[in-house]
Nanobody, 115 residues
């Protein structure tokens, strides 16, 4: 059974930091491109960052310089370090594992940025 379990969300003040984790099981994690998406009410889910099996990384422009994606293949976990958070970063953050055959979503973790 495939599971992607996100954790690390919560309430943080503007300028604060959070570290999201996504622990995978039931997939060949080492060959997956791992993605972080986010979604707010009434908006489409958007990709925030991804990291390929080879370690190539890309970020959406709005988070460049503030967010860092990384992966630990031994732990089958992908991380998203989020620094200098802004109110517009508030969303439900989802982990997405992209494999050659299909993709899998996690259940999401809520990030709230408010003073």
């Amino acid at each position: 059974q495939v599971q992607l379990v996100e954790s690390g969300g919560g309430l943080v003040q503007p300028g604060g930091s959070l570290r999201l984790s996504c622990a995978a099981s039931g997939i060949n994690f080492s060959i997956a491109t791992m993605n972080w998406y986010r979604q707010t009410l009434g908006k489409q889910r958007e990709v925030v960052a991804f990291i390929t099996r080879g370690g190539s990384i890309n970020y959406t422009d709005s988070v460049k310089g503030r967010f860092t994606i990384s992966r630990d293949n031994a732990k089958k976990t992908v991380y998203l370090q989020m620094n200098n958070l802004k109110p517009e970063d508030a969303a439900v953050y989802y982990c997405y594992a992209q494999l050659p055959s299909r993709g899998y979503w996690g259940q999401g973790t809520q990030v709230t940025v408010s003073s």
